[in-house]
């Protein structure tokens, strides 16, 4: 007998069934529809570029290079809300993004990126910082003395690029207070773009003629002038310069934001992204594989290392050092196995 069957109901000699359709529902209390993940295609979006992001507020490029090529700022969608979007993301944007003054467009989907740099806050940790997207070149900022190089952090530097696919260049600063030679013997094994520059001159057409069709992310130490040849080599860029203390010899935090400048010759344009200066660059995300597929030549000889071989000085029957040591590499052999070995031990570190 049902629980809500009475004695009345006997006099038609059955029992009540059990129906779903008897039970109760608590009504919607908000009156609305149920949520659903199902969301819009934004068919009608248009593609931006990232230009810089404050506070939660994104400056994005809309038709670059077009004739209605315009900035505005733009909010991220709520279905966005546990994506990073950094400084050089390709967004598709909606809203109203005429660009007039007090509008506000809406991000509302992140673009495949083709490389992401990132950094950890220390070797320990796994956790990623994305510091930019879709950047192809990196350009490593040192200065020979006041703050003195330090090869271990360009090191870093190398390996954060070359593990996100990305072409570094190195620029010395400053060369007028010290010789650069004896710093840069320690990258001879690699073939790396190098630009000296001095207080007095600024090398700013060989360098705008290397960013030019490219997205340059550009990273250094506090303090090794990288927002003084930021400015450079984009006019009116307007990047803050600092100096070095002169009691600790470290540099004083300047650009303390992300954002990407057009950099012009009569060739056409590139994107150069200026970042914070930093003073230490976790790899704690860092696959060593990346570095090896790096070194072309080297990495083909690994492939008869035997398995679990890590390629340091003291890998039994490491094939990349026997190679070398029989000279199969000839003169720079030896260079860029010391130079692949060293980025190896700056991750292991």
């Known amino acids: 007998m049902s629980w809500w069957a009475d004695d009345d109901d006997e006099d038609e000699g059955a029992y009540a069934e059990y129906d779903e359709s008897a039970v109760r529902t608590r009504p919607n209390p908000k009156g609305n529809r149920p949520r659903t993940k199902t969301r819009p295609e934004h068919a009608d979006a248009e593609i931006a570029r990232v230009l810089g992001v404050d506070r939660g507020r994104y400056t994005v490029l809309l038709d670059e290079g077009g004739d209605d090529e315009r900035q505005l700022t733009a909010a991220r969608a709520s279905e966005l809300r546990r994506q990073a979007i950094v400084t050089g993301d390709r967004v598709a944007v909606v809203g109203d993004t005429s660009g007039e003054e007090g509008t506000l467009g809406r991000i509302v989907r992140i673009e495949p990126r083709t490389t992401l740099l990132r950094r950890s806050a220390d070797d320990t940790d796994e956790v990623e910082r994305v510091v930019v997207a879709n950047a192809d070149q990196m350009l490593i900022v040192v200065a020979a003395a006041n703050p003195e190089p330090r090869t271990r952090l360009v090191d870093r530097y190398l390996v954060a690029a070359y593990d996100a696919a990305i072409e570094p260049m190195l620029c010395v600063t400053k060369i007028d207070l010290a010789d650069p030679g004896p710093f840069l013997e320690n990258f001879a094994g690699l073939d790396l773009p190098v630009f000296t520059s001095r207080e007095d001159h600024i090398p700013v057409d060989e360098i705008r003629a290397a960013l030019v069709g490219h997205d340059t992310v550009v990273v250094g130490h506090s303090g090794v002038g990288k927002s003084t040849l930021v400015n450079a080599i ?3 860029a307007g990047r803050a310069t600092g100096h070095v203390n ?9 650009s303390s934001s992300t954002v990407s400048l057009r950099v012009e010759n009569g060739e056409g344009h590139g994107w150069v992204i200026d970042t ?3 003073r230490s660059f976790g790899l704690g995300h860092v696959n060593t594989d990346s570095i090896l597929k790096s070194f072309t030549d080297l990495a083909a000889l690994a492939e008869d290392c035997p398995r679990g071989c890590t390629h340091l000085p003291d890998a039994p029957d490491c ?3 026997e190679a070398v040591d029989a000279g199969a590499l000839g003169e720079t052999g030896r260079a860029r196995l010391d130079s692949l070995q060293r980025l190896l031990l700056t ?3």
Do not use: D, Y
């Open 347 to 349: 991750f292991a570190r």
């Open 234 to 236: 984009v006019p009116g």
């Open 276 to 278: 914070p200066g930093v």
């Open 319 to 321: 094939a990349i050092q």
């Open 246 to 254: 002169a009691v600790t010899g470290r540099g004083r935090h300047t």
